[in-house]
């Protein structure tokens, strides 16, 4: 029995030991499984162990498979051709930002994007649209596109971040106008544009992007090599740029 619960304790210490249980009779394998499951509760520590190690090893092939997918559409992903590239367009790291403008989390991201990129100076900031709550949330970014398509970059980035900034109420028609008139942008030729060949593929290609890349909800950002789904705060972006640049 003694060499059973060693044997226990030395599988627990090295999980990828090779060991044979078909070899054992019947009675074997049930006095076995008896010294295990003794050795466990015994030593539930062990288990804390197994679990922890478990975890970062699912993290860690997590990883390194998100960062082959990032490879992989890496075109797509940095240098599309139609979507806003702000910051630093000379900067060193790029972060890429999936949001919808009706999404409670991306609204908390903003402030925290917004200071990584100034407080940085060397990122390089794109936006992909990626409508995903229902038809206000497309009708948001269908107006966004239309006005970069209208009125550039500027306007672009004026109502984008307007719509977490100022923007309140349901997306219709009459408040995307009145949106656009407060920021002192023409509505007409921006509404004008909103459901235009263009502006569909450009959200339909990012859709199609975000399926490849496994993304799911946003906000969700690559950064560098690296994917995040889901909200970090500023500490967190700031950590993973850094380890970007190490």
Aim: net charge negative.
């Amino acid at each position: 029995m003694k060499r059973l619960a060693f044997a226990c304790a030395l599988l627990a210490a090295q999980p990828a030991l090779a060991f044979d249980i078909s070899a054992m009779s019947d009675a074997e394998r049930e006095a076995f499984g008896a010294e295990v499951r003794s050795y466990l509760l015994a030593n539930p520590e062990v288990l804390v162990e197994v679990i922890n190690e478990l975890e970062q090893r699912n993290a860690q092939a997590q990883a390194e498979g998100d960062k082959a997918l990032v490879a992989a559409n890496a075109d797509d992903i940095f240098n599309d051709g139609y979507s806003f590239v702000g910051g630093n367009p000379e900067g060193d790291i790029t972060v890429v930002e999936f949001l919808d403008y009706r999404c409670g989390y991306c609204r908390k991201a903003h402030g925290a994007v917004a200071e990584l990129i100034a407080s940085d100076g060397n990122i390089r900031f794109i936006i992909k649209e990626f409508p995903i709550l229902g038809e206000q949330s497309t009708l948001a970014s269908r107006f966004a596109i239309a006005a970069r398509l209208v009125a550039g970059d500027e306007a672009y980035a004026k109502i984008s971040a307007g719509f977490y900034e100022s923007f309140r109420g349901d997306v219709t028609e009459a408040s995307l106008r009145s949106f656009a008139d407060d920021l002192g942008l023409d509505s007409d030729s921006i509404v004008a544009r909103m459901n235009d060949a263009e502006v569909t593929k450009i959200i339909e290609d990012n859709h199609l992007l975000a399926q490849r890349l496994q993304i799911a909800g946003t906000p969700s950002f690559v950064i560098g090599d690296q994917l995040l789904r889901g909200y970090a705060p500023l500490e967190a972006m700031q950590g993973i740029v850094s380890e970007e640049r190490g």
